[in-house]
Each structure stands twice: as C-alpha cells, then as structure tokens.
T-cell receptor
C-alpha cells in the first residue's frame, strides 16, 4: 500500500539553526513527491516537488531512493518558517503524511 | 481568480442530519479532490474526480457522496451525519501539473 510517514509531530528549533523535516515513503514504482506547507490561518500550498529540484524559501529536499526518503532541509531557520509541513506522494493516489509542526523559536 | 472556494466555513450538525459541502474552482482544472483532516492526523482522501461526470472513491469514502456535473463544482454530500465525521474538510483541484490548489477548509462538528 502507498504510504507516507513523517516521524515527528512537532519539531522546535531556534532561529538560525538548521532544520530537517523527515519524510519516508512506501510506494511501488516511482512516485512523485512533494512538500506542502500550511501557515497559520492559511490554506495548504505547495512548497516544492522533487522533480523540479529547486529551492523555495531556502528549503531543499532530495529524493533518496535507497532510503526511500524525501527529507526537507533548510540551513538557517527563520521565525516565519513556523508552520505545518506535509510530505505527499502521487502514485496511484495522492497520499499525504500526517504532518510535522515546525516551531522556530526566537 | 478566486482559486478554490469552499462553503460554509463552519457548521454544526446534529447526528442524523444531512448537508452538502460546496467546492468551486475557477481555474478550469480537471482533477478535484475532497480530503478530511482529523486532529493531529494527516489528510485522508475521501473522493476524487478526473473530470466532469467522473468520480471515484478514495481512502475513506463511507458516509459520503459526490457528484461532478460541471468542471467547476465538486460538492460533497454527507448523509446521516455521525460524530465520526467531525473533521476539517478540504477541497483541492489540480490542472496539467501535479500541484494541488487547496480551498480554505470547512470545519464540521457533529454532535
């Protein structure tokens, strides 16, 4: 079965510290993977997708097929990065992970 | 463009009542989705549609029905509401690419 897991419900870091949000997937074939973000009182929006290999708001994510992971990283966290982050995969169906709440402390 | 809009924003239902959650998109997207998000949980797919007249079940379709008579609208019907349907409901649409555009959500409480 297709599955996306995010082991951390809550992640707290200090401003300026590196941050890594973990995501692992279980898919047959080659799914397309995404990170979505939901800022307070806003709707979910796409942050980045693995195919584009781009950096958005300083975030990057690399697909590691050997470890079936798609971790989201940022070298220097900012307070405005505080939000809910969802990893998602699109294979046969679109599947979201449970989400990680990132809290960046001043 | 308004994007994806959902009504109502909030609703309280009594057990056994019925209601329709409305979803409209103005981006001419073929794909539309309904998700529910329970507290502390991720999004679960209820139903989706790949175009007008075509709908299919997602992961948790029981207790819900959908229709897609136009490209723009994808209403979600709850029949005989149950407390287990207390959740936040999100509608989303997707065009040629893989990016899903989400609505603001509907917070439903069944008591």
């Amino acid at each position: 079965a297709q599955r996306v897991t995010q082991p951390e419900k809550l992640l707290s870091v200090f401003k300026g510290a590196p941050v890594e949000l973990k995501c692992n997937y279980s898919y047959s074939g080659s799914p397309e993977l995404f990170w979505y973000v939901q800022y307070s009182r806003q709707r979910l929006q796409l942050l980045l997708r693995h195919i584009s290999r781009e950096s958005i708001k300083g975030f990057t994510a690399d697909l590691n097929k050997g470890e079936t992971s798609f971790h989201l990283k940022k070298p220097f966290a900012q307070e405005e990065d505080s939000a809910m982050y969802y990893c998602a995969g699109n294979g046969q169906n679109f599947v979201f992970g449970p989400g990680t709440r990132l809290s960046v402390l001043p | 463009n308004a994007g994806v809009t959902q009504t109502p924003k909030f609703r309280i239902l009594k057990i056994g009542q019925s209601m329709t959650l409305q979803c409209t998109q103005d981006m001419n997207h073929n794909y539309m989705y309904w998700y529910r998000q329970d507290p502390g949980m991720g999004l679960k797919l209820i139903y989706y549609s790949v175009g007008a007249g075509i709908t299919d079940k997602g992961e948790v379709p029981n207790g819900y029905n959908v229709s897609r008579s136009t490209t723009e609208d994808f209403p979600l019907r709850l029949e005989l509401a149950a407390p287990s349907q207390t959740s936040v409901y999100f509608c989303a649409s997707c065009g040629q690419g893989y990016e899903q555009y989400f609505g603001p959500g509907t917070r439903l409480t069944v008591t």
